[in-house]
């Protein structure tokens, strides 16, 4: 099998969740047209009591669900599920940063999307990209391979999405959108892995 056709075999086996895409586009939509105020956002010292588990999300822990939705696809010798992945990958980096581009000098209820916790001249506070490949990943290996990975890849989206609030990297509604967006993008190009072995083999990687 070619590369075009393993591409194009990719995309011919995904059957989009209608309802939980939809779903997915309005909670997005609502997450990015109803920013909380600044005023709001927990400082700093809120987070000090976990600052070694903050650090350690930021420089580590968040790379879990990237390492796992590339390494089991490898590990399976899965061509079609690394075909899907590489669109994930495009296709999110494409509307997470273009969202970022576009709705950055959007004034809302007083409140400039863009504008970070960080400082009144910073940009581009959402949809937050570090959430957005965490979730993805969530979507992309409990729908390929199998739900067992929700016992990790959900833990790490929500401490990744608390660090970067911690970090004063975004707001609250920058870190949802940012995880909307992952969601819907990996629903838009993962279909289930057609194999009996998927379960069996999910669990063996989990032992």
Known sequence: MTV?????????????????????????????FSPPSLDKHPSKQNFEPVQLLVDGVENYGRFVNTALQIGVPLLLMDKVGLAQLVMIGIASTIAT???????????????????????????HNTPSGHSSLASSAVYFLARRYSYYFLIITVPVLLLTMLTRMALDAHTVSGVVSGA????????????????????????????
């Open 4 to 32: 075009l056709q393993t591409f194009s075999r990719a995309y011919a086996e995904v059957r989009v969740p209608r309802l939980f895409t939809w779903a997915l586009m309005l909670a997005f939509v609502a997450s990015i």
């Open 97 to 123: 940063h273009g969202v970022k581009h576009l709705v950055n000098d959007w004034v809302i209820n007083g409140v400039r999307l863009g504008q970070r916790p960080s400082g009144t001249n910073s940009k």
């Open 180 to 207: 909307l967006i992952g969601l819907l993008i990996a629903a838009l190009f993962t279909s289930r892995f057609p194999s009996k072995k998927t379960q069996l083999g999910a669990q063996i990687i989990l032992s």
